[in-house]
């Protein structure tokens, strides 16, 4: 056994690299032979130290931005990473509706999938603005008629009133 630390720690990198197939399956199988021991163990760890765990998660999410991102747009959407690529370049990077890129880009906003929520079939990408305008308006074409007719009749009876 080496023992020297820094020695130690790189030879089990090392080591862990080169098997990490076969431990992966070990643990896989311990954790079918006995799921309620595994759960307790991390809600124990969880609870032990908080700020420890919290940390943990803040760094893994930190390094795996983009496989969380292709996991959720996976698992909310049904869609892949390339396919919301693909919808983002067809729209030439801007929003479906207004034709704005996103409102703000420095803080790692991207464009929403906008979906129909009764099929959850994918329409397009939409700015934050217009998504949420959207799901105010419930998706609803009756409502969003009415709404475009308020203003129209509006901007025409102010301009009456300035002629006159």
Known sequence: MVKDPEK???YYRIYYAANRKKKLEGAHIR???NPKKYREAARI???TDPEKYLLHCRAY???NRERIRAHNLKRKYG???KRYEELLAYQNGV???CNNAENDP?????LSTDHDHMTDEVRGLLCSRCNAALGLLEEDPKIIEKMF???INWRKHKTQKETI
């Open 45 to 47: 760890y969880r609870a």
């Open 149 to 151: 007719g308020y203003i």
């Open 8 to 10: 130690r720690r790189a």
């Open 79 to 81: 869609i892949s990473l």
């Open 31 to 33: 954790y079918a032979a």
């Open 106 to 110: 420095r803080k790692g906003r991207r």
């Open 61 to 63: 999410c930190h390094a």
């Open 95 to 97: 929003c479906a509706i």
